[in-house]
């Protein structure tokens, strides 16, 4: 009876164990500068069971963190992959929200830029942060930390990506217990990129898609084009660096369907590969569990 007893136990740790290995993904948004009902801006929220990390504050950040069940209160650090509009535009937001949820301090981690950024916000609804709370949150814009340790099973890991015209663009892996994520941010095709992606668990990618004779037409849309990631760079890269699973997000697509592309994708690449909704969620242990928080509303 002893010996079945401490089999169970031994069952039950196990378990616990191997649900505490687990890590989530969530693509809170999954939109492009244009605004769209169903794609919000681009934001992934990386959660695990100590932490609830933010990559890029898109349009509307907080309420697809609130269809998840979580509160600005409950945000840990931000990082920002560049200082385009379409993904910082929602900092402002998380910070007046942080105030009125009393939270201590908000960590954001980004590139040079940021830290005016944020001093600038701060002194634009200056006003309007007195009036409402005189709290003592402390917001912390940091520019310079390339790689941000957690704990010792956790870290989080920047580098530099090709956005074209951006000097300072960049990607995020993250590493936890033997699991890896990456973020590329905004780029096209990048060495860099490539080397941290390979053997991740799951690779969150942006793509562009135009086609030809409207690219040729349209100048000042050639430099935008040459700044992302085609369908031909991305199949380059998936077959490359071989994820576990491909997520595509932040699509730049003109004049054709998701479908068609995962399509033109799929033609050339064997690897497992979705495009991102808004609410597409994954639990990254020993297997990927994909589903989606719609279903939970």
């Known amino acids: 009876?002893?010996?079945?007893?401490?089999?169970?136990?031994?069952?039950?740790?196990?378990?616990?164990?191997?649900?505490?290995?687990?890590?989530?993904?969530?693509?809170?948004?999954s939109g492009?500068?244009?605004?769209?009902?169903?794609?919000?801006?681009?934001?992934?929220?990386?959660?695990?069971?100590?932490?609830?990390?933010?990559?890029?504050?898109?349009?509307?950040?907080?309420?697809?963190?609130?269809?998840?069940?979580?509160?600005?209160?409950?945000?840990?650090?931000?990082?920002?992959?560049?200082?385009?509009?379409?993904?910082?535009?929602g900092l402002p937001d998380v910070w007046l929200t942080a105030k009125l949820w009393q939270k201590e301090s908000l960590n954001v981690y980004g590139p040079k830029g940021l830290k005016k950024f944020?001093?600038?916000?701060?002194?634009?609804y200056k006003i309007d942060a007195l009036y409402r709370n005189k709290g003592n949150l402390s917001l912390k814009c940091n520019e310079d930390l390339h790689n941000v340790e957690l704990k010792e099973d956790l870290i989080v890991k920047r580098f530099s990506v090709n956005h074209g015209h951006v000097r300072?663009?960049?990607?995020?892996?993250i590493i936890h217990k033997g699991k890896k994520i990456?973020?590329?941010?905004?780029?096209?095709?990048?060495?860099?990129?490539?080397?941290r992606a390979k053997g991740a668990d799951v690779l969150i990618h942006e793509i562009i898609y135009a086609p030809d004779d409207f690219i040729k037409k349209n100048k000042r849309f050639?430099?935008?084009?040459?700044?992302?990631?085609?369908?031909?760079?991305?199949?380059?890269i998936l077959n490359i660096t071989k994820p576990k699973l491909a997520v595509i997000t932040h699509d730049l697509?003109?004049?054709e369907s998701p479908k068609n592309i995962l399509k033109m994708i799929k033609d050339k690449y064997n690897g497992e590969i979705i495009f991102a909704e808004d609410l597409t969620s994954f639990d990254i242990g020993n297997t990927i569990n994909k589903f989606n928080y719609e279903s939970y509303r």
């Open 222 to 236: 050639q430099k935008v084009y040459k700044s992302h990631t085609n369908v031909e760079q991305i199949i380059k």
């Open 253 to 255: 697509i003109f004049f």
């Open 1 to 29: 009876m002893k010996k079945i007893k401490l089999l169970l136990i031994s069952l039950i740790l196990f378990s616990t164990s191997l649900c505490a290995e687990i890590i989530n993904v969530t693509i809170l948004g």
């Open 182 to 195: 990456v973020y590329s941010g905004d780029t096209t095709i990048s060495d860099n990129l490539i080397e």
């Open 168 to 173: 300072n663009a960049y990607g995020y892996e």
């Open 32 to 89: 492009n500068p244009r605004p769209h009902v169903n794609k919000y801006g681009p934001s992934i929220l990386v959660k695990t069971n100590e932490y609830n990390l933010i990559f890029d504050v898109g349009r509307a950040t907080l309420i697809r963190l609130k269809q998840v069940g979580l509160n600005v209160s409950d945000i840990d650090k931000i990082f920002i992959s560049h200082m385009h509009f379409d993904h910082i535009v």
């Open 118 to 124: 944020c001093s600038d916000m701060i002194e634009l």
